[in-house]
């Protein structure tokens, strides 16, 4: 790999973790479990919020959906099935 290949690779992890770093604030900050679970309509709304927010900060979709792994929408349909599970794991656990 020449010097240039390197640098560039280098700068596309920096902004790919960039992006990470913003999503994962991103969503513990604004996404919380609402019902139904795995609202599209809701999870595209938080898409729409969330590359809002991050064109002001020079983030782009391409740049979220690396860091995600998968598309914006089903990110927000996962971090909200996520919030559910977390708000119901403790009263499963207490009625065990």
Known sequence: MCKDEN???KELLMTVERAKAFLDRWILENVHDT???????????????CLEEADTQGITKNELEKAAGVDLVKC?????????????????????
């Open 7 to 9: 640098t560039s690779m």
């Open 35 to 49: 019902l139904p679970v795995e609202d599209e309509w809701e999870a595209i709304q938080l898409a729409c919020r």
């Open 76 to 96: 927000m349909v996962d971090a909200q099935v996520a919030s559910a599970n977390a708000r119901i794991a403790p009263l499963v656990q207490t009625s065990s």
